[in-house]
DNA sequence: TTGGCGTATTGAAGCGCTTCAACGAACAAG
DNA sequence: CTTGTTCGTTGAAGCGCTTCAATACGCCAA
């Protein structure tokens, strides 16, 4: 091996290769006066201190973390473990994390489950093994098994989107239901009572509860405002075309003056659509979607819609999850957001009949 | 401390910290037997193993694998800094890197750097420091020295979507020129032979080539072919509304019959202009795209478009990493993928005029 | 000259693992 | 009963760092 002979030579080290005591070495002072240079630079005299910065130049010396983390059994990372990284909301709740982790002087490593539930399980693992200090958890629908068994190493782990066990860890949610109030909500300030809630399937957590939030508003609208429910089969532009081909089929006095979409995607196609049978939106039917996705400000017709706070849900998480890692006095506890809303032209108020 | 009382009792450990020697002793085993039960079960008698895995599960083992790296040398991970997170043609990257490094039995870990040049060195270092086994980097166009320092380390950094440097390291990359190229040659071939090309700035390495393709294409079309170029100031679909409009309101006589899109939201926003303005899509304005985004797919006329195979680019340049990693034989390469034409709606043969 | 004190430096112990030469037991062949 | 093999197991050495008690070195006051 060339690298042993440089090695054993003492002369010369492999680039990337040089270890604190080769540094010391070099630089003619003891192991532990390398490590104070590095770690409290105060402490050490100026000119010893130059030295041995000299020697780590000339070495190119490299800190090892592994063994870094391993003596000092500190860890400046955290782990995020997320569900889908093409979905929107999670890239903003990564930003955010990451924005607060780098506040705290932590790096923050993304690993992307890719929908797959077993891959979800062995990040964890892994993020486990790698000692990190923490973890972020944007999960699947699902059991959080492998979520308890990293806590109950004493690993804290806080759920995004998603909310945490009661007293056995953090969370950070957003209020569905409230949202779907806010959107029905939006659309009967307007004057639009007759109203159609858009989405499915039903069986997705975050599309029920929107809808029976919807349904609240609708009730406590009272004054015979209506609301009907199209379950879509996804949550997409070729649903939302579908169903905005039937709704324009319709004979006028048929048709809902308000849709609320559970998705902008499903909003969006709705909206071209009713657009290409001349259905005038917002005039004939005013609509109004959901995630503030590119697909609500980039239609034909921006579409009013209600947005998560992604960026601010990140960032509340890593601050939870710093808190849980400090020790110290930690009360477990899942916030929950409200959602926003986001007016745009789909919703505006025209001289409706 | 209660972790050091309980260790030090012998009798209970705190969980998830107990060591394998813990394990060793509560199995009544040597610690190399319990090394050989986790890297090399075969080799150990079945009793004894089965005996090591019940102190495992008994004390909630979890092996440390900082310790692990240290002591062998090697990484079971690689990592990823991607420049922008929220761009799709990077998460498409992410997916195939992710896939090969799962093949070769590696993690692999996500860094956003957010298009900030300070925040992909930091994170290149702190890879280094980490010990991955190698890196791979989607970076910002400007100087790559930080990549140059971890390779000089002897760690391989493999570029995606930049070419590698010659003779030094590998690299993935995408031939914008031909793709430009292609893109008009494929409105050219449906009779379009006024063409405009739209995007900018042209500062930008890749709108640059794009031109350059497309412009080529006319050259050897020959024929009387042209090609107007309007220069945008950005990719966006607002940029491509108003380029839209501007070209929807010149007589019909001075309009391009074909559009050649440095990107597809320019496209989108062009296509949304122009049928505002009764400029029919494809028959009067044939238009294509590039980057297959949504955009492209989910417009009101679905758009024609070149894409990057982002996919293939991820999987080929985790490959090069890998191989270089393994050592033996490797040469230093940049591969070049082609881009690939998406045939939609918005390049249909009408009976043009 | 001696004692005392603060500052700078030292180096051994230990973090939890892998590796590997060495050992022991069991068994077959001579 | 010996010798040789094979198979399973052992435990010390070492990975590169941090930590900390111990020491060395001034330097000033007594």
């Given amino acids: 091996m060339v690298d042993a002979h440089l090695r054993g030579s003492g002369a010369l080290v492999a680039p990337g290769t040089a270890s604190m005591s080769d540094v010391a070495k070099r630089a003619g002072v003891a192991l532990g006066t390398v490590s104070n240079v590095l770690n409290r630079p105060s402490i050490v005299a ?83 093994e790698a000692r990190v200090g923490g973890v972020l958890l944007a999960p699947l629908d699902g059991p959080l098994d492998a979520a ?9 782990v806080v759920t995004v989107n998603w909310p945490g066990e009661e007293g056995q860890s953090c969370g950070v949610t957003v209020d569905e239901e409230h949202g779907g109030f806010i959107a029905a909500s939006h659309l009967l300030e307007r004057g639009r009572t007759r109203l159609l809630f858009a989405g499915g399937p039903l069986s997705l957590h975050a599309v029920a509860e929107r809808l029976a939030g919807a349904r609240r508003a609708v009730a406590e609208w009272g004054n015979g405002a ?30 809902p003056s308000g849709i609320v979409s559970a998705a902008d995607a499903l909003a969006a196609g709705c909206v071209q659509a009713l657009m290409a049978s001349n259905v005038r939106v917002p005039e004939d039917v005013a609509i109004i979607g959901y995630d503030n996705n590119h697909f609500a400000a980039d239609s034909i017709i921006p579409i009013s819609t209600v947005g998560q706070p992604g960026h601010e849900m990140g960032r509340i998480a890593a601050g939870l999850l710093l808190e849980e890692m400090a020790g110290g006095e930690h009360e477990h506890r899942t916030v929950i957001l409200a959602p926003e809303l986001f007016e745009r032209a789909s919703t505006a108020l025209p001289d409706f009949r």
């Fill in 46 to 128: 100026p000119t010893t201190r130059a030295k041995v910065l000299a020697a780590i130049d000339e070495l190119g010396f490299v800190r090892n973390n592994l063994a870094r983390s391993l003596a000092n059994g500190r860890a400046d990372t955290l782990g995020f473990v997320i569900v889908d990284i093409g979905n929107f909301l999670f890239v903003d709740i990564a930003r955010g994390a990451q924005e607060a982790s780098a506040d705290a002087g932590m790096k923050l490593l993304l690993a992307n489950s890719d929908v797959n539930f077993e891959s979800q399980n062995d990040y964890l693992d892994w993020f486990d």
């Fill in 148 to 156: 308890q068994r990293v806590r109950s190493h004493g690993r804290p």
């Fill in 226 to 255: 209506t609301l009907e429910v199209a379950e879509t089969e996804r949550l997409t532009i070729r649903s939302g075309r579908e169903l905005g081909a039937e709704i324009a089929a319709r004979r006028a006095s048929d048709r």
